[in-house]
């Protein structure tokens, strides 16, 4: 059987292969969510975010997952979150447009990527939708309506995924993305933060989900931004002791990786991948 290039068809599959991108020039230079707002006159110590992001790369590749690192560019002082760039649903890759200023731009990096490596994509020009507002369960896909993915664009890839179920979640904007608030971790399991979401919402996902509650501090240190890497395995930030400990009482394995530098900017383990392939070996 040939080796997949592109397949993901969940969150909590087995991780195959990644893309990332180093931190080097990351930078809060447009406030553009909570974190950043808090830690603008801080700063992001550099050095420090790169030994993160190397100590990150370095538990997937112990994994045995196949990590692709995008060269870093300084005009990009958002590039690490490589989640938003691009998402693959099924066998396909789904670009869009970048809807913030800052960010406009880094679309292309991935792009020459995957020309160079002749693997097809689905280019939405002219529309904004950022994977970190895009959650996969199977036939079912989650989508945030936030300032960075829009209900036109949402339509439009409902009439073009046909064989998915596209479901629009509305929550707080000002948590940036989807992932931010809600992450499924399993077939029956997923964290969210509920104040980020209206009762009707809470109904809606109680209906699908055993959800686990991240409280608000532990939200805003992304407690629901984990990564899940496969067989009950998930990446989380020794920070957020509550949530690790919940889920380890559900049978995770949770591995912890100092990434606290790297979510000053907002963003955390999930923002930072942006998968390829999931899938059973």
């Not at 691009?86 to 020309?115: C, N, S």
């Not at 100092?258 to 907002?266: L, M, P, Q, R, Y």
Request: glycine share 6%.
């Amino acid at each position: 059987m040939p080796q997949l290039k592109t397949f993901c068809a969940s969150e909590y599959d087995p991780l195959k292969r990644v893309i990332l991108c180093e931190p080097q020039y990351m930078t809060i230079r447009q406030v553009i969510n909570d974190t950043q707002k808090k830690f603008k006159d801080e700063g992001i110590h550099i050095e420090k975010a790169l030994k993160q992001h190397k100590q990150f790369v370095q538990i997937l590749l112990d994994h045995g997952i196949d990590v692709i690192l995008l060269p870093p560019r300084r005009k990009f002082p958002e590039q690490v979150f490589t989640r938003d760039i691009g998402f693959t649903l099924g066998p396909i890759i789904y670009v869009a447009d970048m809807a913030h200023d800052v960010r406009k731009g880094e679309e292309q990096m991935l792009k020459h990527w995957l020309e160079d490596q002749e693997i097809s994509y689905f280019n939405l020009v002219g529309n904004h939708i950022e994977g970190g507002d895009v959650i996969i369960d199977r036939d079912t896909i989650y989508i945030g309506i936030s300032n960075r993915t829009d209900k036109e664009t949402i339509q439009y890839l409902q009439n073009i995924v046909r064989d998915f179920e596209v479901v629009p979640v509305p929550f707080t904007e000002k948590y940036l993305h989807l992932d931010c608030v809600f992450n499924i971790i399993s077939p029956k399991e997923a964290l969210f933060f509920p104040g980020a979401f209206t009762q009707k919402e809470i109904n809606f996902l109680t209906a699908r989900y055993d959800l686990i509650e991240v409280n608000g501090d532990e939200q805003f240190q992304l407690g629901t931004n984990v990564l899940s890497i496969g067989n009950k395995k998930i990446l989380s930030l020794p920070v957020n002791t509550e949530v690790n400990r919940e889920l380890r009482k559900r049978g995770y394995e949770i591995i912890e990786v100092d990434i606290t530098e790297i979510i000053k900017s907002g963003g955390s383990f999930r923002c930072c991948t942006m998968p390829l392939v999931r899938a059973e070996a």
